[in-house]
Every structure is written in C-alpha cells, then in structure tokens.
C-alpha cells in the first residue's frame, strides 16, 4: 500500500495524480483521484488510509461519486 500511497500522493517527482471529488460510504471517506490512465479510490476512516483501488476510466463506479453529489446538492441548494 506504500507504493500506491507514494503514487497518488505525488512523492518522488510523481506529480500527475490529481484529487476529483470525494464521497462518504458510513464513516468512510472515499476520496477519488485522476491519475491519467485510470482512477484511485482511497478510503479513509479517522484519518487512516484503509486501501487503495485502482479503477478503469469507464467503470462505472464513477456513478456513485456523482449520485453523492447530486444528493449533496439536492439537500443544499
């Protein structure tokens, strides 16, 4: 999980992973990042990283990240 962290996190000169959206699954946070050819998720329960996942650019987990935000703004707007 090191290596994944370093990646998405842009240590050692690695800098083309870019932060998106998030969303919240319980307590979990789960961020999700761009990193060129497909995606990370990483999950994060008080302050600890759980996993990382890599995903493909069509998965269709992106969904999700979007139903959140669109419940988001249906309670704020």
Same mark, same amino acid.
């Given at each position: 999980?090191?290596?994944?962290? =370093?990646?998405?996190?842009? #240590? ?15 307590? =979990?946070?789960? %961020?999700?990042?761009?990193?060129? %050819?497909?995606?990370?998720? $990483?999950?994060? #329960?008080?302050?600890? @990283? $759980?996993? @990382?996942?890599?995903?493909? #650019?069509? %998965?269709?987990?992106?969904? $999700? ?13």
């Amino acid at each position: 999980m090191e290596n994944k962290w =370093q990646h998405i996190y842009g #240590l050692k000169g690695n800098d083309h992973c870019k932060f998106v959206t998030y969303r919240k699954d319980g307590e =979990q946070t789960i %961020s999700l990042w761009d990193c060129g %050819s497909f995606f990370a998720e $990483l999950y994060v #329960l008080n302050k600890k @990283i $759980l996993k @990382i996942e890599g995903i493909e #650019l069509d %998965s269709c987990r992106i969904d $999700l990240y979007i139903d959140y935000a669109q419940k988001q703004c249906d309670r704020n707007c």
